[in-house]
């Protein structure tokens, strides 16, 4: 027959009672109980809870787990409380730093008395952020006692997964279990009949906390990284139940995209209010655990160091490789073409459209000079997946961080130090061009103010090479320089630690921004542009079908040349994940033969360009390359008495010229 459901003990709460309150009323023993859950509740949202409100909790808990009048449950709820604080989020505060600390003092205390107090052999209380372990044992029938915390579903605390072996020789982790921290207390063996007496009892006690958050260090930065603190304490009435030997092992919790880097074994030292390495070393990691020895008993932990797992950028695909070569090729014919034209020929003295040379041949340097930097710099050389792990090495030094970076060699940061000038130079020096030819075509002039040209050698140059500066200047640090680029391949940064997109990046206020405004301006410029070559006269008697192509082709060359095909980037970023691909495609597409582009539209497709080519290729069909040839004559004798044969080669003008002589 199952039992009838049942309830628990009716209790009634002060519902406007507040921590301040329930400080000035814990002088009374029988409502201690009732103040314990009223403060459990009130932290039951510590998210929600200031530094004052933290201090007051833990001298309430403090107070209560140290009162004489306090019973079972009004421990437990006490240790409620102190878990909940764990999940605080509070700034530094020195007062509720001390509160805190001081009440780690307690909670050691309990947990070597708590068996004592109740009259048992053990006793624990399990929270999700907190366990409190208490045990009495016979000095002569233990030679260690393991503590081990095993892995649950949850990362919290579980009853069921804490064990307490108070008789083990060596640290055992049972078979298909996976201990998250463990503490292994060995002490001295019995030498003979004057070991430890029989009658001597041990009382030990463990606390383990689910993370630091009651230990304030200066010396350690803890960013993502879950730091346990395993407490160890021993009372005993014979000096020789001191522990020979505490050995511990913690495993790291895993950050997703790192991993372990190096680590250190130490302990809280209360008079320095910080972690010391004094009588700690470490072990090794080959499985991934964080082993640590010490002599002595304490809190300790275990602390640890990663680093990011990057996935660095493969080698370029076939169709960038092909396309930037391709541009490549012909920006380098449209370079040698344009000043051979217009510096050494026949248009060469004319200052009308100096300006116009000068952008353009600018335009095609900086466009030339980033393609060659892209495909030879842009995948990082110096990579940190190259560098040695450091979790081998012995020394146990306290970590200054949890988080490694590793100090910046130089070449990464200058390849996109200079990706970012050219690029932007690119663009500056487009803008600088279509406002150049609005100015003429608008105005009707054939030139421009002399003071055009320093001006726009400023402008082109000058303002890529401030952005270039400032950004340098603002985010790049040699010990972080991810702060300024990317680690998997060398461009400007643009995601945060969760690998998402971040405004506050370099990537988009030193380059997005300013970009998207310049192509901005040159699609204003180049529609000023085309409203001004596309008018009709209705004069003209022109083949209308020629004119329109004609001026289309002026307008697809503009755009091509004012690098308008960027702005499929744009669409790249804001896209969705159906159409991202496509606009991907046309991107890469567009952006990588844009090199190649400018040379049809703007070389391939001049008369002169073309009549140079065909002068070309007529001089070379014309060279004769003179030719020789040489006849030869054959004959073979055949050697009747031996079979032999042999064969003689003889020149044919050899034999012209004896048959000469004869006649």
């Known amino acids: 027959m199952s039992e009838s459901p049942g309830f628990n003990t009716l209790q009634i709460f002060q519902c406007n009672l507040t921590l301040s309150d329930i400080q000035q009323n814990l002088t009374s023993p029988a409502d201690l109980e009732m103040l314990a859950t009223s403060t459990q509740i009130l932290t039951s949202n510590p998210e929600e809870l200031t530094a004052e409100n933290v201090t007051a909790a833990a001298e309430i808990a403090n107070t209560l787990l140290l009162s004489a009048n306090a019973t079972e449950s009004v421990r437990v709820a006490a240790v409620a409380t102190v878990s909940q604080l764990l999940n605080t989020t509070v700034s530094d505060d020195t007062e509720e730093n001390n509160t805190t600390l001081g009440l780690t003092v307690t909670l050691d205390q309990l947990s070597?008395?708590?068996?004592?107090?109740?009259?048992?052999?053990?006793?624990?209380?399990?929270?999700?952020?907190?366990?409190?372990?208490?045990?009495?044992?016979?000095?002569?029938?233990?030679?260690?006692?393991?503590?081990?915390?095993?892995r649950g579903t949850s990362g919290s605390f579980v009853a069921d997964r804490i064990q307490l072996n108070t008789n083990a020789t060596q640290v055992v982790v049972e078979s298909g279990f996976i201990a998250d921290a463990l503490i292994y207390v060995r002490f001295p063996q019995a030498e003979g009949t004057k070991g430890r007496q029989t009658d001597s009892n041990i009382s030990l006690g463990f606390v383990l906390y689910q993370n630091d958050r009651f230990f304030r260090s200066k010396l350690y930065t803890r960013r993502r990284a879950t730091i346990r603190v395993l407490s160890a304490s021993v009372r005993g009435r014979e000096p020789n139940v001191v522990?020979?030997?505490?050995?511990?092992?913690?495993?790291?919790?895993?950050?997703?995209?790192?991993?372990?880097?190096?680590?250190?074994?130490?302990?809280?030292?209360?008079?320095?209010?910080?972690?010391?390495?004094?009588?700690?070393?470490?072990?090794?990691?080959?499985?991934?655990?964080?082993?640590?020895?010490?002599?002595?008993?304490?809190?300790?932990?275990?602390?640890?160091?990663?680093?990011?797992?990057?996935?660095?950028?493969?080698?370029?695909?076939?169709?960038?490789?092909?396309?930037?070569?391709?541009?490549?090729?012909?920006?380098?014919?449209?370079?040698?073409?344009?000043?051979?034209?217009?510096?050494?020929?026949?248009?060469?003295?004319?200052?009308?459209?100096?300006?116009?040379?000068?952008?353009?041949?600018c335009i095609y340097l900086s466009l030339l000079a980033f393609i060659i930097t892209f495909l030879s710099g842009v995948q990082n050389s110096s990579r940190q997946i190259d560098t040695e792990v450091q979790i081998h090495n012995r020394t146990n030094d306290i970590l200054n961080s949890d988080e490694r970076i590793e100090p910046d060699r130089g070449s990464c940061t200058a390849v996109a130090a200079l990706l970012h000038f050219l690029l932007m130079a690119t663009f500056m020096w487009n803008s600088v061009y279509s406002t150049q030819l609005v100015l003429l075509v608008r105005s009707m002039r054939r030139s421009l103010p002399t003071h055009w040209t320093p001006l726009s050698v400023t402008l082109g140059w000058g303002v890529p090479a401030c952005f270039m500066v400032i950004t340098l200047g603002v985010s790049y640090r040699v010990d972080n320089p991810l702060g300024y680029r990317q680690e998997e391949f060398c461009w400007l940064a643009a995601l945060d630690k969760n690998k998402q997109f971040n405004f506050g990046k370099p990537m988009f206020w030193a380059f997005l921004l300013p970009i998207g405004l310049i192509l901005i301006y040159n699609i204003v410029l180049l529609v000023l542009t085309s409203m001004t070559t596309c008018k009709v006269e209705p004069r003209l008697t022109s083949n209308k079908k020629s004119s329109l192509s004609k001026k289309f082709l002026i307008s697809l060359s503009l755009a091509v040349l004012l690098g308008l095909s960027w702005t499929l980037g744009y669409f790249v970023l804001l896209s969705s994940e159906k159409t991202h691909q496509i606009f991907s495609i046309l991107f890469y597409i567009c952006t990588t033969t844009q090199g190649l582009q400018i040379f049809l539209l703007f070389t391939a497709r001049?008369?002169?360009?073309?009549?140079?080519?065909?002068?070309?290729?007529?001089?070379?069909?014309?060279?004769?390359?003179?030719?020789?040839?040489?006849?030869?004559?054959?004959?073979?004798?055949?050697?009747?008495?031996?079979?032999s044969q042999s064969e003689t080669y003889r020149d044919l003008s050899d034999i012209e010229m004896t048959t000469s002589k004869t006649l």
């Open 112 to 150: 070597v008395n708590l068996s004592l107090s109740l009259n048992a052999s053990q006793s624990q209380v399990v929270q999700p952020n907190l366990v409190v372990q208490s045990a009495q044992i016979s000095a002569a029938q233990t030679q260690g006692v393991q503590f081990t915390s095993l």
């Open 243 to 361: 522990p020979q030997h505490v050995e511990m092992i913690f495993r790291p919790r895993n950050i997703s995209g790192t991993s372990l880097y190096d680590f250190s074994c130490v302990f809280w030292n209360y008079s320095q209010k910080d972690w010391s390495t004094s009588g700690c070393s470490k072990g090794n990691t080959s499985d991934g655990l964080m082993r640590c020895f010490c002599n002595h008993t304490t809190n300790f932990a275990a602390l640890w160091s990663y680093r990011e797992n990057y996935e660095y950028a493969e080698a370029l695909g076939v169709i960038s490789i092909v396309g930037l070569s391709l541009s490549i090729l012909g920006l380098v014919v449209t370079i040698i073409y344009h000043i051979k034209e217009n510096f050494f020929g026949k248009s060469h003295g004319q200052p009308s459209n100096l300006n116009s040379k000068l952008a353009l041949l």
């Open 606 to 643: 001049t008369r002169a360009f073309r009549a140079s080519i065909s002068r070309s290729m007529r001089y070379i069909s014309s060279v004769n390359i003179p030719l020789t040839n040489t006849k030869y004559n054959l004959w073979k004798k055949w050697n009747t008495w031996n079979m």
